[in-house]
């Protein structure tokens, strides 16, 4: 059973950067693809962003293309989201999940507990 721990979130001023790290409890996190999604209070989750297994492929949503970027350390089983640019409506729960990469939440077989993300305007 893979377990992820999310952490790095936080308080942030708008424009802002905050690095989230998703932690891997065991070998497979390496060969998954690893994605982030968010959801804010009152709101549906979404996509954040995805990386496949290997870290040579990566998708992110048009809301935070060119100012996320996600990476990983399979040395290290993290996935990290960098976040720069921070927004208001970034606000949000963030999570990771592993699995096979896609845009959709169900297609992930693990899931972490979330990090909260909060961006003061």
């Known amino acids: 059973q893979e377990q992820l721990v999310e952490s790095g979130g936080g308080l942030v001023q708008a424009g802002g950067s905050l690095r989230l790290s998703c932690a891997g409890s065991g070998r497979s996190s390496r060969i998954y693809a690893m994605g982030w999604f968010r959801q804010a209070p009152g709101k549906e989750r979404e996509f954040v962003s995805a990386?496949?297994?290997?870290?040579?492929?990566?998708y992110y949503a048009d809301s935070v293309e060119g100012r996320f970027t996600i990476f990983r350390d399979n040395a290290k089983n993290t996935v990290y989201l960098q976040m720069n640019s921070l927004k208001p409506e970034d606000t949000a729960l963030y999570y990771c999940?592993?699995?096979?990469?896609?845009?959709?939440?169900?297609?992930?077989?693990?899931r972490g507990q979330g990090t909260q993300v909060t961006v003061s305007s």
């Open positions: 990386i496949n297994w290997n870290g040579d492929t990566t």
């Open positions: 999940a592993a699995g096979s990469v896609s845009r959709r939440w169900d297609a992930y077989d693990y």
